[in-house]
Structures are given as structure tokens and as C-alpha cells.
T-cell receptor
Framework: QQQVKQSPQSLIVQKGGIPIINCAYE??????FPWYQQFPGKGPALLIA?????SEKKEGRFTISFNKSAKQFSLHIMDSQPGDSATYFC????????????FGQGTELSVKP | DTEVTQTPKHLVMGMTNKKSLKCEQH?????MYWYKQKAKKPPELMFV???????INESVPSRFSPECPNSSLLNLHLHALQPEDSALYLC????????????FGQGTRLTVV
């Protein structure tokens, strides 16, 4: 059973565009929602994370929007650059689960020059 | 410093071999994890160590044997693996159980022949 659903599977945007990646979760006990960026052959790198008591969080060009009632959250990348081309994973976890992360299926982003 | 170091970066082993993967962090984190990632898939949790004790085993076959010698080190001992075990093995750490901000290493690319 897939507990975190991520879309789209792949995304192509032009440089300067604003790609948006969406995730939906089922388990209302989740209380921590991170996004990871992964380049080929590398480990996932923590980008930004949010907790359910906040509706939006910005760090640099990355913004998470969170809709608790809809059980959805999304990542926006402002002024995207070719160097942002990577696979992005959303994830969710429960505070009492010892950091066990449930990942979405990933979105392969390509930013064209 | 949010560095988790994994060695080796690449490993090729036969199905009768015994090998070990190593992971080290010096962030003072008390929870450490092993994840397995197949190509174009999200990471999947294998084991969680909290304060050097195994707290989660996600029904991983016994041919994978984790070990946490101290709070900074995590090993994964491999024996009698199958070709389908070929994957990227990722180590991660977080501040403690229930503290979900997890940092990943670069991974060990394992090929079983």
C-alpha cells in the first residue's frame, strides 16, 4: 500500500520556470514532511521540510505548500536552473516512528537552458 | 557539518562472498539507518538503530546483518547475496529517535554477480 503518492513522474521546464511537484498522503498520523533532491549516483540530500502546523515554508528558491485538510503538500522551485535537474522525492514520517521515512515514488525534473 | 560517509563507493561481490559496508557520522546523531534503493525507485528502509540498539528491522532477509559498534559507526554485513540484491545502499543518521531530520550518505553501489 502506497502511503505517499507523488506526481508527476517526470517534468520538463524551461530555465526560469516554476516546476511544481505534488504529494498526497493517507495517514493522518504523519507529522513531518521533508523533500529530498537526488542527483544520479549520489545519496538524497535534504532540501526543505515542513510540519503540519505551518501552511507554507520558504528556503531560498524552494517553497513547500501544505494543505492539512486535503492531506496534500507540494514543492515549488522558483527561477529554476539547469543545475536543479535531478530526482525529487517527497517523504513523510511519524514522530514516534524513530525517523522512518515513507517516500513518494519520485519526480525526475529536467530544466532546459 | 552534515556529512555521512560511506565506504566503499562501489562493490562487486559473488554470491558466495562475505563483505561489509561501512558508514560513519560525526554529528553526534544517535539514530542511524540503512536504506536500499533500486534504480528509479525511492529508498526503502531496512534497519534503524537508536542509541546503538536495533529498533526497527523491516523484515529484511538474514543474509543482511547490521551492526552498530558505537554511536558514530554503522556496518552492514553481507553474505550469500542474490543478484536481485544489487542496489544502492544508503546510510542515514538523525539526531535521535523521534527527531526526523535525516541526512544521507552518498551510498554504496553494490553489484552481485
Amino acid at each position: 500500500q502506497q502511503q505517499v503518492k507523488q506526481s508527476p513522474q517526470s517534468l520538463i521546464v524551461q530555465k526560469g520556470g516554476i516546476p511544481i511537484i505534488n504529494c498526497a498522503y493517507e495517514n493522518t498520523a504523519f507529522d513531518y514532511f521533508p523533500w529530498y533532491q537526488q542527483f544520479p549516483g549520489k545519496g538524497p540530500a535534504l532540501l526543505i521540510a515542513i510540519r503540519p502546523d505551518v501552511s507554507e515554508k520558504k528556503e531560498g528558491r524552494f517553497t513547500i505548500s501544505f494543505n492539512k485538510s486535503a492531506k496534500q503538500f507540494s514543492l515549488h522551485i522558483m527561477d529554476s536552473q539547469p543545475g536543479d535537474s535531478a530526482t525529487y522525492f517527497c517523504a513523510a514520517s511519524k514522530n514516534n516512528q524513530g525517523g522512518k521515512l515513507i517516500f513518494g515514488q519520485g519526480t525526475e525534473l529536467s530544466v532546459k537552458p | 557539518d552534515t556529512e555521512v560517509t560511506q565506504t566503499p563507493k562501489h562493490l562487486v561481490m559473488g554470491m558466495t562472498n562475505k563483505k561489509s559496508l561501512k558508514c560513519e557520522q560525526h554529528m553526534g546523531h544517535r539514530a542511524m539507518y540503512w536504506y536500499k534503493q533500486k534504480a528509479k525507485k525511492p529508498p526503502e528502509l531496512m534497519f534503524v538503530y537508536s542509541y546503538e540498539k536495533l529498533s526497527i528491522n523491516e523484515s529484511v532477509p538474514s543474509r543482511f546483518s547490521p551492526e552498530c559498534p558505537n554511536s558514530s559507526l554503522l556496518n552492514l554485513h553481507l553474505h550469500a547475496l542474490q543478484p536481485e540484491d544489487s542496489a544502492l545502499y544508503l546510510c542515514a543518521s538523525s539526531q535521535g529517535q523521534g527527531f526526523s531530520e535525516a541526512f544521507f550518505g552518498q551510498g554504496t553501489r553494490l553489484t552481485v554477480v
